[in-house]
Every structure is written in structure tokens, then in C-alpha cells.
């Protein structure tokens, strides 16, 4: 028998037995919770045509936060523009592994035995940020009003009217507060799902400015969301999963855009003047009238991920009932049948709903205090405390947490012991799923449940990996595919 060495290489074996090679484990860091492999971001820089050799590490930014800095020798002749290699890293690598800064050097500094020395490579420019090009200044009031809380949030000393928030450094999480301090600036709740459609200051003070006129479909109006700016005209409506926002979708909606005018569901529930639904069949009523009423007749396209699979389904069979042609369905790794369980103890919800933001974002879950060590509203606060710069900042969106915890808590309830029963659903079908995920088995029963063609697709990753690059794009690809097979 051969003999295992441990050789500090890591890798991950796929669902076919082969090994792909990720790093190394000694170079492995936590970024706001988060591992983060500096091995793989390295080996994803040097795949750009403009790359010789790429060194990541990590630096204190100037609100105090750890930060990825990538270094980067360019091969002769070449330019490495930060914008377009950012583009590059987000076709492979999740947002939370793309570096705040990019940096060129002529020569990497060696130590004596040959390797780079870290230690000795010039530190970023922290005021500048690590957008390149021109600073272009706020046009509006609204506009500079935006910049500048992007800079707060950020810690920069000033930010472009042209800056994506993301391009900046900025979390899906970072994205509560300066929320929540654009409501406090503007009286304008956004909504989260607003910064990721529009992320430039300039775009999101549009959106902003719109909703303050009363526009129809601007930011904040929900619960229907318009989610891609594309040359797509065909509408397909995204319905939420059990934390009600639709943002999970955002990477999926940006692959669909040139084909579909894709919408977003989101729970009724995160407004502050609506109230949770109380049972599943209710949430599916109000959701199929509300798309029946925005697009009449049809040909509707619904999909979901998570329990928003299990909700298209439901909404799906509800048009086909009222005559309505329903052209394709596609359930993304939704379970089928729900054990029924009596309400969970506040503190277990708040601990499963912490845990399954953190797991959205990539985060490192098991770094939550759990219901054993902290009340609901301590849990509520700690996550907030990852958020926030200071405790004034942390309790608007502790706040604004609480909210979407009462919505969690609800769809939890709603999908409590729900079972799909008849009539069958006869659109064209793709349930997709993901092959490390308690949901794969459910595909064959779903099956059962549909009378029209179904296909079927598995992807190798878990069930929140699943809607981040780089399986988002099989996932696309398979919906765009099974569009064009029931056409």
C-alpha cells in the first residue's frame, strides 16, 4: 500500500474522483471571517494574459479592517489594467477573494533564499482606493451625498461618482450599513438589492432621486424587482429563497441579461408596512397574482433556488390552473417534502439565520456564537458588529437585521411540513441541483410531480457555492439551453 505524506497542498476532490489543486494551506488567511486560500487568488491572476507573476497578501486598511493587496509583475510589453483584471477574477473566484488592491511592481523584493519577500512590498495607496483612472466628481447633490457615505462605509478618503461600491473592497454585508445611512441622509430606504443593480454612486443616486419623485419600479417600490440591465426583453421572474430578498440571484440575472428581463420576488414582509404571510399556499396566491398582473396571459418563465423553487413550482401550477401558459419552470436545488416541527426557540431561529447569511457570502459560519452562547438579539448584534464601524452605525443595522430575521423566521414556518400535492405542473422543467447538497435526492421526486419534459442538471459544488462564479454560469447555462429547447 502506498504511504500518505502531508504535503501542505490543498485541493478538493470532485464528484468524478479527480483532484484539482487550489494552494497551499500555509497560505491560507481570514478575511472578515472568511478563508480565504491567497494560493488560489494568485493562481487565478497569473491565467491573465497581462500577468508574468502575482504574490496576494493581506494589509490593514485605514478603517482598521484586514484587506487583500495583489502584487503583480506584468509580462513585457503589457499594462495590467485593474478594472479589467478584476473582471478577469470574477469570472472564477467569489467577491469576497478579488483584492481591494491591485498593485504593478518591476521586480518582486527576494530574501536570501530566493523567495519574495513580503514583508518588504510597498504598501497600497489607502486614500486613493484601487479604481483606476480619473476621479470623476459627484454631478448632483444626491450624487455627492451617496460618495460620500460610500467612503465612510469604505474608509477611503474620497470616492469617484463612477466607483463601484464591490470594485472598492465592499461586502454583500457593508452593503446594510451604507443602507442604513442612506436612509438616515436621504429618507430613502433602497433596499439592499438596489446597490448591487446600481453600485456607482452616480447610477444609485439616479435610483434614489427616482424613488423620491414617486417612479414607478425604482428602488425600494418592491416586492417585484427588475434584477439585470441587459439587451434581454423576455421576462422570467426569480423568486426569493427563505430569507425573502432576491440578492442571492444577482451574479445569475447579470449571465441572463443579454436573453431575459429578469425579475426578482422578494418577501412582502421586508417592508416595514406589510406583514409576513402565514402560509405557504397564501404567499403563492399573492405571488402569482402579482406576476399574472405585470405580465397578462403570459408566456410567464419562473424559477427559484432554495425555497424559492418550491415556491415557482407552487405559483407555476396556480397560473397553468387560471389558463396561463407557464413556458419554462426551473427549481434550483429546492427541497421537496419538509418535515413539519413546531416554531424553533428565537435563539435557534436567529442562529439558523446568521448562519445562512454567512454561508450566502462565503462566509465562515462556524464563527457565529450559536443559541447555546448568546440570546437572539446578542447574535442579531455580533453580526451587525462585522458590519458597522462603530455602535451607532451597528444598531441601524442590527435594526434592519431584526427585520429579516422576523421574515426568515416566517418562510421557515410557511415551508415547515410542506409536501407539493396535484395537480402535476406540465411546462417544460430544469431541476437543477447541487451534488454536496441535502437536496440532490429531491430532483427524482419532483419528477413525480411534473407532467411535461424535464431536465435534469447536477453541479458540483454545495448549496450556497452553487449561484457563485464560477457554477453560476453552468447554472445559466442550462436555463438559456432549456429556453431554447421548449421554444
Not at 419 to 443: C, D, E, K, M
Request: hydrophobic residues 40%.
Amino acid at each position: 500500500g502506498g504511504r500518505l505524506y502531508k504535503t501542505g497542498d490543498l485541493v478538493k476532490r470532485r464528484t468524478d474522483g479527480s483532484i484539482v489543486y487550489l494552494g497551499r494551506i500555509d497560505t491560507q488567511v481570514k478575511i472578515r471571517g472568511l478563508r480565504v486560500e491567497l494560493g488560489e487568488i494568485e493562481t487565478a491572476l497569473t491565467t491573465h494574459p497581462a500577468v508574468a507573476q502575482a504574490v496576494v497578501t493581506v494589509v490593514t486598511g485605514p478603517t482598521g479592517d484586514r484587506e487583500l493587496a495583489g502584487y503583480l509583475r506584468a509580462r513585457p510589453g503589457s499594462r495590467p489594467d485593474p478594472a479589467d483584471l478584476r473582471a478577469h477574477l470574477a469570472r472564477t473566484l467569489p467577491g469576497y477573494m478579488i483584492p481591494a488592491h491591485l498593485i504593478t511592481v518591476a521586480e518582486f523584493p527576494l530574501n536570501t533564499s530566493g523567495k519574495v519577500n513580503r514583508a518588504a512590498l510597498p504598501a497600497p495607496d489607502q486614500s486613493s482606493g484601487p479604481v483606476s483612472g480619473a476621479h470623476v466628481a459627484p454631478a448632483t447633490r444626491t450624487e455627492s451625498v451617496v460618495a460620500g457615505l460610500y467612503a465612510t462605509v469604505l474608509g477611503r478618503r474620497q470616492v469617484s461618482a463612477t466607483d463601484s461600491f464591490f470594485d472598492l473592497g465592499g461586502s454583500s454585508l457593508q452593503v446594510m450599513r451604507l443602507v442604513d445611512l442612506i436612509v438616515g441622509a436621504t429618507g430613502v430606504d433602497t433596499g439592499i438589492t438596489a446597490v448591487f443593480l446600481h453600485p456607482t454612486p452616480r447610477q444609485l443616486a439616479a435610483s434614489i432621486d427616482a424613488t423620491a419623485s414617486g417612479a414607478p419600479g425604482s428602488a425600494g417600490s418592491g416586492p417585484l424587482v427588475e434584477l439585470s440591465k441587459g439587451a434581454g426583453e423576455l421576462p422570467l421572474h426569480l423568486i426569493h429563497p427563505v430569507g425573502g430578498t432576491v440578492v442571492a440571484y444577482t451574479q445569475l440575472a447579470r449571465e441572463l441579461a443579454e436573453t431575459f428581463k429578469v425579475y426578482g420576488l422578494e418577501a412582502p414582509g421586508l417592508s416595514q408596512d406589510a406583514a409576513s404571510a402565514s402560509s405557504l399556499a397564501e404567499l403563492a396566491d399573492d405571488y402569482a397574482a402579482r406576476i399574472s398582473a405585470a405580465q397578462p396571459g403570459g408566456p410567464y418563465r419562473l424559477a427559484g433556488w432554495s425555497m424559492g423553487g418550491v415556491l415557482a413550482f407552487e405559483v407555476a401550477r396556480r397560473l397553468e390552473q387560471a389558463g396561463g401558459d407557464v413556458c419554462l419552470l426551473t427549481l434550483l436545488d429546492a427541497p421537496f417534502a419538509m418535515p413539519g416541527s413546531a416554531p424553533p426557540a428565537r435563539a435557534q431561529l436567529a442562529a439558523s439565520f446568521v448562519a445562512d447569511a454567512m454561508r450566502s457570502l462565503g462566509w465562515d459560519a462556524t464563527a457565529a456564537p450559536g443559541p447555546a452562547a448568546a440570546s437572539a438579539d446578542e447574535q442579531i448584534s455580533w453580526l451587525a458588529e462585522r458590519l458597522a464601524s462603530d455602535g451607532a452605525d451597528a444598531r441601524g443595522v442590527a435594526d434592519r437585521l431584526r427585520r429579516r430575521l422576523d421574515v426568515f423566521g416566517a418562510n421557515v414556518q410557511v415551508l415547515a411540513g410542506y409536501t407539493p400535492t396535484g395537480p402535476a405542473v406540465q411546462a417544460p422543467t430544469l431541476i437543477v441541483s447541487a451534488s454536496q447538497s441535502p437536496n440532490a435526492p429531491a430532483r427524482e421526486h419532483w419528477r413525480g410531480m411534473l407532467t411535461g419534459p424535464v431536465t435534469t442538471l447536477c453541479v458540483d459544488s454545495d448549496h450556497y457555492e452553487f449561484l457563485r462564479p464560477p457554477q453560476v454560469a453552468e447554472v445559466a447555462m442550462a436555463i438559456l439551453k432549456c429556453h431554447a429547447d421548449s421554444r
